[in-house]
Structures are given as structure tokens and as C-alpha cells.
């Protein structure tokens, strides 16, 4: 049972360019919402997180956006660059008695064009 | 920077046999867990644990998975008997005790079951 759901399963930008990712989720639990890159060959690493007390989270040319009553946040990433291309996974978690485990959803392949 | 360490980084198995793999988290982190992912999805928690006590295995095939850590530091996951639905990247993480300490991934083992 997928508890979050990402879309595009992949995507094409050209240098210089937006890529926007989205994702969704149904728990309402979750309170924790990080962004994951992975490389080839790579396990992934941790890229940037958010708490749903804020709609927005900046670190450098990556961008969270979180819209707690529609249940879905995004990540934008500016001016992308072919070193960019990789896949991005987002995560959620609740801090439930169960745990702090995140759950990922399927991922974007991302290719940035030169 | 500190990684977790895992070994092998790659495991070829004929389906029936016993195959184990290895995690050493970054030192001081206190929780550890197994995630598999298979080509194209997410990853998949499988187990957690707070330094030697299971917290969440509740998604760990135990007929056939065990994993252990004994004295907290690093730890094994064993698949006996491997099954060719087996083949994925196993994934060890670790992170900080606290709710919202960001998981750090090891490059985790390729299995391959034929």
C-alpha cells in the first residue's frame, strides 16, 4: 500500500531550466516530509525536509513547497543543471509508536538536458 | 564524512541458498534500519531497530528474513531460503535518536537470486 504517490514517474528539463515533482499522501499523521536524491549505484541522500508549520522551504536552488489542507507537496528545483539527473524520491513519516520510519514514494527519473 | 558501511556491494545467489548481508552505521547512531528497493520503486522498510531492540518489523517476511544487531553497533539481515522475487537493493540507513534525525544511507548490496 503506497502512502505517498509521486508524480511524474520521469521527466526531461533543459539546463536552465524548472523541474517540479509532486507528491501526495492520505495520513494525516505524517508530520515529516523529506526530499531524497539518488544516484546511480548510490543509496540516496537526504536533499531537504519540512514540517507542515510552513508552506515553503528554500535552500539554495531547491525548493519545498507543502499545501497541508490538499495533502501534497512539491519540489522545485531552479536553474536545473545536468548534474541534476537523478532520481528523487519523496518521503513522509509520522512519529507514531510504530516508529519514525520514512515511507518513500516510487521516485522521478530526472534527466537534465545540456 | 562518516558513511555507513555495507558489504558485499554486490551478492549473486541461486534461489534456495542462504545468503547474509552487512551493516556498520555511522558510529553514535543509535537507530538502524533495512530498507529493500527494488528496480524503479521506492524503498521499502523492512526492519528498524533502536540500538539492539527491534522496533518495527512488521513488513519483514519472516518465514525467511531475520535480522539482528547484538550489541547495538552493526548489524545482519539473512535471507535463508533466497527466492528469485528476492533480487532488489538492500539498503542500510542509520540515523540519530530523535524524531526527525535524517537518515543517512549506506550504497547498499545488489542481490541478484537466479
Known amino acids: 500500500q503506497q502512502q505517498v504517490k509521486q508524480s511524474p514517474q520521469s521527466l526531461i528539463v533543459q539546463k536552465g531550466g524548472i523541474s517540479i515533482i509532486n507528491c501526495a499522501y492520505e495520513?494525516?499523521?505524517?508530520?515529516?516530509f523529506p526530499w531524497y536524491q539518488q544516484f546511480p549505484g548510490k543509496g540516496p541522500a537526504l536533499l531537504i525536509a519540512?514540517?507542515?508549520?510552513?508552506s515553503e522551504k528554500k535552500e539554495g536552488r531547491f525548493t519545498i513547497s507543502f499545501n497541508k489542507s490538499a495533502k501534497q507537496f512539491s519540489l522545485h528545483i531552479m536553474d536545473s543543471q545536468p548534474g541534476d539527473s537523478a532520481t528523487y524520491f519523496c518521503?513522509?513519516?509520522?512519529?507514531?509508536?510504530?516508529?519514525?520510519?520514512?515511507?518513500f514514494g516510487k521516485g522521478t527519473s530526472l534527466l537534465v538536458t545540456p | 564524512e562518516a558513511e555507513v558501511a555495507q558489504s558485499p556491494r554486490y551478492k549473486i545467489t541461486e534461489k534456495s541458498q542462504a545468503v547474509a548481508f552487512w551493516c556498520d552505521p555511522i558510529?553514535?547512531?543509535?537507530?538502524l534500519y533495512w530498507y529493500r528497493q527494488i528496480l524503479g520503486q521506492g524503498p521499502e522498510l523492512l526492519v528498524q531497530?533502536?540500538?539492539?531492540?527491534?522496533?518495527?518489523d512488521s513488513q519483514l517476511p519472516k518465514d525467511r528474513f531475520s535480522a539482528e544487531r547484538l550489541k547495538g553497533v552493526d548489524s545482519t539481515l539473512k535471507i535463508q531460503p533466497a527466492e528469485l522475487g528476492d533480487s532488489a537493493m538492500y539498503l542500510c540507513?542509520?540515523?540519530?535518536?530523535?524524531?526527525?534525525?535524517?537518515?543517512?544511507f549506506g550504497n547498499g548490496t545488489r542481490l541478484t537470486v537466479t
Open positions: 558510529s553514535g547512531h543509535a537507530t
Open positions: 518521503a513522509a513519516k509520522s512519529n507514531s509508536n510504530s516508529g519514525y520510519a520514512l515511507n
Open positions: 540507513a542509520s540515523s540519530l535518536q530523535g524524531v526527525n534525525s535524517p537518515l543517512h
Open positions: 495520513n494525516t499523521a505524517f508530520d515529516y
Open positions: 531497530f533502536q540500538d539492539e531492540s527491534v522496533v518495527d
Open positions: 519540512i514540517r507542515p508549520d510552513v
